[in-house]
T-cell receptor, first 119, second 113 residues
Framework: GAVVSQHPSWVICKSGTSVKIECRSL??????MFWYRQFPKQSLMLMAT?????????EQGVEKDKFLINHASLTLSTLTVTSAHPEDSSFYIC???????????????FGPGTRLTVT | AQSVTQLGSHVSVSEGALVLLRCNYS??????LFWYVQYPNQGLQLLLK??????LVKGINGFEAEFKKSETSFHLTKPSAHMSDAAEYFC???????????FGSGTRLSIRP
């Protein structure tokens, strides 16, 4: 199956700094990628939908100026957490959507996640 | 708006016993339905999915789920639990393959020796 990678797999940063997380589709092109956040022992909450070459669509309650999303190519989307604070510590998971021509439908593949700890 | 409800945040069964994890959805249209498993500090692994056709869906690791439109349910079952099944399980849904996926709150499955 298709593979989605994330880098880094974990990161520790100091409060006030910015952190960039990369999401790559390794063997397919993804015009759409999704970013989720998962707090400990909770479910995945969709943060935003990232479309290649256009602005991301953010879910209600997600600060677009704090969570900057860039989808500059068909295989890479980045999430930058700006001026990170301890409450931003979470597990961030991306997914990438592939169009399966033989099925005429989309399939979504998830990355392994990035653990962010802000001290 | 579409939503997914998982009954029971924690389920504990004995090794070899039946596993039943419950999931109900609300949707204005027949949804696509998924079950994912997540091991600690890892991403999601797709267990199975329902799109159209046969309502009983077989997945990996011996799991299966049945789509019941009349009950708006998509419960996950496995006849005999293994210790390796201990993990967090998420039910999810989307209105079409192009739609965003909405997740349930998750159910932690524990297996007693």
């Amino acid at each position: 199956g298709a593979v989605v990678s994330q880098h880094p797999s974990w990161v520790i940063c100091k409060s006030g700094t910015s952190v960039k997380i990369e999401c790559r589709s390794l063997d397919f092109q993804a015009t759409t990628m999704f970013w989720y956040r998962q707090f400990p022992k909770q479910s995945l909450m969709l943060m935003a939908t990232s479309n290649e070459g256009s602005k991301a669509t953010y879910e209600q309650g997600v600060e677009k100026d704090k969570f900057l999303i860039n989808h500059a190519s068909l295989t890479l989307s980045t999430l930058t957490v700006t001026s990170a604070h301890p409450e931003d510590s979470s597990f961030y998971i991306c997914s990438a959507r592939d169009f399966l021509a033989n099925q005429q439908s989309y399939e979504q593949y998830f990355g392994p996640g990035t653990r962010l700890t802000v001290t | 708006a579409q939503s997914v409800t998982q009954l029971g945040s924690h389920v504990s069964v004995s090794e070899g016993a039946l596993v039943l994890l419950r999931c109900n959805y609300s949707s204005s249209v027949p949804p696509y339905l998924f079950w994912y498993v997540q091991y600690p500090n890892q991403g999601l692994q797709l267990l199975l999915k329902y799109t159209t056709g046969a309502t009983l869906v077989k997945g990996i690791n011996g799991f299966e789920a049945e789509f019941k439109k009349s009950e708006t349910s998509f419960h996950l079952t496995k006849p005999s639990a293994h210790m390796s099944d201990a993990a967090e399980y998420f039910c999810a849904a989307c209105e079409s393959s192009a739609s965003k996926i909405i997740f349930g709150s998750g159910t932690r499955l524990s297996i007693r020796p």
